[in-house]
């Protein structure tokens, strides 16, 4: 017998698919609605909206899906990151993608006291810092400015998908990502 999941698990799986599906300002109610919980329930758990859109950006595990990605591509550095890539390209190509939720989710909490702009920026970091370390692994001299390379073309293909999906801009990254890792940067 399985048991339904609390509230709070409730709230979270109903606020991640639809502020992912709909954006971040989607109505309270429709997260209500379909996390079949009583307003009282976000309040207790979440202290309300702003802190449920936190925990929803603090939880998505995305970054996580970048590291496995690269954990089942090996251990060479370059595959691991070119793998990210081709992730991307089956990510973005499927029916439901909608874009990458940090980035919307800072585009449109214009408020720049919001809660979640913390968060978002603080995974952007975590992503950043995934990068870093396989460009150091790899001998790339100067990692972090490769790694805001990389993530310049992640972020591109996560918004370029949503407006072109038909161009398949993870293949046009996976190309410049290889360029970028064959080159040395000059002082």
Sequence with gaps: MTTRPGPRERLLAAARDLTYAQGVHVGVDTILREADVARRSLYQHFGGKDGLIVEVLRTAATEARYRQ??????DNPRRRILAVFDELERIT???????????????ALTDPTHPAHPEIRAYKERVH???????TRHGYPEPRLGADQLLVLID??????????????ALAARATAELLLDHTPQP
């Design 69 to 74: 990605v690269m954990d089942d591509a090996g």
């Design 93 to 107: 190509t499927q029916p439901s993608f909608r874009g990458c939720r940090y980035t919307s989710a800072e585009l």
């Design 129 to 135: 810092q995934l990068l870093a370390t396989e460009l």
């Design 156 to 169: 591109g293909v996560l918004a370029h998908a949503v407006t072109r999906p038909d161009a398949h801009p």
